[in-house]
T-cell receptor, first 115, second 112 residues
């Protein structure tokens, strides 16, 4: 069964450093997403991406964050100047359709620990 | 701003019995709902969906009911199995948006 793959599974970084989280969405999916889950809290939407541009973003997704699809397969989330409160599980997801039967398929997540 | 709420943080059920997980939402523009199951250290796994034009959708042991007037949906698992022990999230989306809003999750424990 097709799956969304994420790397790294766990990254530890010092506060103020830049981090890039990588995702390979399902190959025939057109819509890509990043969500995050701070420990013990709900899964929060960060950003959606379609046709090589951001289609929607949350209040959390400020100038510290950026997304990119550098080639035909990877979808990356860059966090500049990480803060302690950025520590969370970051989930990439992809979907085939934008609306209607828009089921998101999630990756296993990347755990980010900021020290 | 909690547009999607799961008021029961945890639920314990005996194996073979029915598990009922509840979800309430406040935004009447939501028209598509998903249920996900999540094991520790894994991403959410899609279980079942329902659109606002239906009030019930069934897939094997899983049935989702939608009550639009009450802005309430529920997931029924019958019969419950120990492997169903996980955190369950409901998620809602509306027309004109790409994003899903997730509830806080309910941890289900199925006792053998």
């Amino acid at each position: 069964e097709p799956e969304v793959t994420q790397t790294p599974s766990h990254q530890v970084t010092q506060m103020g450093q830049e981090v890039i989280l990588r995702c390979v969405p399902i190959s025939n999916h057109l819509y890509f997403y990043w969500y995050r889950q701070i420990l013990g809290q709900k899964v929060e939407f960060l950003v959606s991406f379609y046709n090589n541009e951001i289609s929607e973003k949350s209040e959390i997704f400020d100038d510290q964050f950026s997304v990119e699809r550098p080639d035909g397969s990877n979808f990356t989330l860059k966090i500049r100047s990480t803060k302690l409160e950025d520590s969370a599980m970051y989930f990439c997801a992809s979907s085939e359709n934008r609306m209607g039967a828009n089921v998101l398929t999630f990756g296993a997540g990347s755990r980010l620990t900021v020290l | 701003d909690q547009q999607v709420k799961q008021n029961s943080p945890s639920l314990s059920v005996q194996e073979g019995r029915i598990s009922i997980l509840n979800c309430d939402y406040t935004n009447s523009m939501f028209d598509y709902f998903l249920w996900y199951k999540k094991y520790p250290a894994e991403g959410p796994t899609f279980l079942i969906s329902i659109s606002s034009i239906k009030d019930k959708n069934e897939d094997g042991r899983f049935t989702v009911f939608l009550n639009k007037s009450a802005k309430h949906l529920s997931l029924h698992i019958v019969p419950s199995q120990p492997g169903d022990s996980a955190v369950y999230f409901c998620a809602a989306s509306g027309s004109g948006t790409y994003k899903y809003i997730f509830g806080t999750g309910t941890r289900l424990k199925v006792l053998a």
